[in-house]
């Protein structure tokens, strides 16, 4: 009983004896190094290209909304011409 | 530095803010990444992202917790995050390794070589590793955030969102726990 005692004791103190790991160097130099790899990721792609798209997506929403708006008008005159050509022969 | 001037600071220089916690808190992170994800190299493919993910979201510290329990948040995170992508690559057959992950923390510790373990205690240790991965999931996280990583009870209590003395009743439960597992073990092993 004593020796099983001693036995746990000695492995619940393992844990008090556990140093906190050291980071590696490489691994700390790259971390410091986070903020001007995260600024050129992002000047990857100059501004003026994103604008370009930007207004590009918003040129194309536009023309395809007066596209499908033009489209709407003129099946509501092909429609009232129809109907007027029907009416027309229904009183002949 | 108060979380109000790093705050501050973080307006004023952000990369003298960022080089501020990797200064201070780099060594904790490892700590608790290599605890997180129980291998020395992942552990450093991961502090690389918990710093990469701080320094993004730097803006977003309101300084309504401390800065180590929101340095922890966002390690718990990525390591959680790190774990269910390695699992979903096993599964997938693309990454092949040989120690075992199952689901979110509970983790096989047949090949976890602690790096701050000394050479005559890594037995032990291994034993000790395993013991704990028994606990509930809580007590083994306020066991291992107290002894093995060395927080205060304080710092456990806020990065658990726990009152300290439901901490220390957590650590009085998992250490009663630990030595009725580890006298199991030696009844088992006793031959």
Redesign the interface.
């Known amino acids: 009983m004593k020796q099983e005692q001693q036995w746990i004791e000695d492995i619940m103190s393992v844990s008090e004896k556990i140093d906190t790991p050291e980071i590696p160097m490489d691994v700390l130099q790259r971390i410091k190094q986070i903020p001007s790899r995260v600024k050129s990721t992002v000047d990857m792609v100059p501004k003026r290209t994103l604008w370009l798209v930007a207004a590009s997506i918003a040129a194309l929403i536009a023309v395809n909304i007066y596209a499908s708006s033009v489209s709407q008008s003129t099946e509501v005159t092909e429609s009232s011409f129809g109907d007027a050509y029907f009416s027309h022969l229904n009183q002949l | 530095m108060t979380e109000q001037e790093f705050i501050a600071c973080a307006k004023r220089d952000?990369?003298a803010a960022?080089?501020y916690l990797?200064d201070t808190y780099?060594?904790?992170v490892?700590?608790s990444c290599?605890q997180l994800v129980r291998n020395?190299e992942d552990?450093?493919d991961l502090?690389?992202e918990v710093?990469?993910s701080i320094?993004?979201s730097l803006d977003s510290f309101g300084g309504k917790s401390k800065l180590s329990t929101w340095i922890y948040a966002v390690t718990q995170n990525k390591a959680k995050e790190f774990l269910r992508n390695k699992n979903r690559l096993k599964r997938k057959g693309t990454l092949t390794v040989i120690d075992e992950y199952a689901e979110g923390f509970s983790r096989s510790t047949t090949n976890f070589n602690?790096?701050?373990?000394?050479l005559e205690?890594k037995e032990?240790?291994h034993?000790?590793f395993q013991?704990i991965d028994t606990l509930a999931e809580n007590q083994a996280t306020a066991?291992r955030l107290a002894?093995?990583?060395?927080y205060s009870y304080a710092e456990i209590a806020e990065m658990m969102e726990l009152s300290v003395s439901s901490i220390e009743s957590l650590l009085f439960r998992a250490?009663k726990r630990?030595?009725v597992i580890?006298?199991d073990f030696?009844?088992k092993n006793k031959s």
């Not at chain 2, 602690?114 to 000394?118: D, E, K, L, R, S």
């Not at chain 2, 002894?147 to 060395?150: A, C, D, M, N, R």
């Open positions: 952000r990369d960022f080089s990797t780099a060594q904790k490892y700590g290599v020395a552990a450093e502090v690389q710093f990469t320094y993004l602690h790096p701050g373990v000394q205690d032990k240790a034993i000790l013991a066991f002894k093995i990583e060395g250490n630990l030595r580890l006298a030696y009844e």
